[in-house]
């Protein structure tokens, strides 16, 4: 029997968006072909393993809610998994193990006290408001300084996937090891962390609009890195 508030063709469904359904508690009875679902701001607990298993052409889930405060299952091909708004005081480990996951938004998970290793190919990080986030478990893995057999890969498919978004922004109870782990990472393509000031790992500072950097401090094949300090108020 299908979701009263679905079509009779769920069945042949591959995208719901039932967003802020606000009594809902169980996931609906839709097709195996599912391949993306939004049951943010409900009141839905967990993924069943039933579900989770159903489910394997499911590529983006959004689940969030203040409701959720663990994660027990997720199907295996998710490579978008939304968990803004929940009460998770961790990254579940279902997560962690997910193989393909690309994208992981956490925003606004206001219990979140500690972020482990994600899998290597998390390119989009977003930790947002998680205002009592203060600890990295893992100096390997996600926040590792050292190179691994895949920072030699080449191939174009795989290049895009090494340079990673993190957004920490208005997480500051951030403590110095965590910061410390989070600056020195080598594959960001953009961080923004908070601050009020430039950090020492960023030898060649400035105040103003422009920098000088001594000739021959660079090679051709060098990598580098920049930080921008913006205010927040106007002067």
Aim: glycine share 4%; hydrophobic share 40%; with cysteine.
């Amino acid at each position: 029997m299908f979701h009263p508030a679905l079509p009779r063709t769920g069945h042949a469904l591959e995208k719901v968006d039932m967003r802020g359904c606000s009594r809902l508690r169980t996931f609906p009875n839709i097709s195996s072909n599912i391949e993306y679902l939004d049951v943010g701001n409900t009141k839905i607990e967990d993924v069943p393993a039933s579900i989770a298993k159903r489910w394997s052409r499911l590529m983006y889930l959004v689940i969030g809610n203040r409701r959720l405060k663990r994660l027990t299952h997720v199907p295996l091909n998710v490579v978008y998994l939304d968990l803004s708004n929940s009460d998770i005081k961790m990254i579940p480990d279902c997560a962690i193990r997910l193989r393909h996951l690309h994208d992981l938004i956490i925003r606004n998970c206001r219990k979140l006290v500690s972020l482990q290793s994600l899998p290597l190919f998390v390119w989009h990080q977003d930790a947002t408001d998680c205002v009592s986030l203060r600890f990295l478990l893992s100096a390997s893995g996600a926040y590792s300084t050292t190179p691994n057999k895949y920072n030699l890969e080449k191939e174009e498919k795989r290049v895009f996937y090494l340079f990673r978004n993190s957004m920490f922004r208005n997480c500051l109870k951030l403590d110095e090891e965590a910061r410390r782990l989070i600056i020195q990472r080598w594959d960001y393509r953009c961080l923004l962390l908070p601050g009020s000031e430039i950090p020492e790992e960023f030898t060649h500072k400035a105040t103003g609009n422009s920098i000088t950097i001594p000739e021959g401090t660079f090679s051709a094949s060098s990598n580098f890195k920049a930080c921008v300090l913006l205010s927040s108020t106007l002067e």
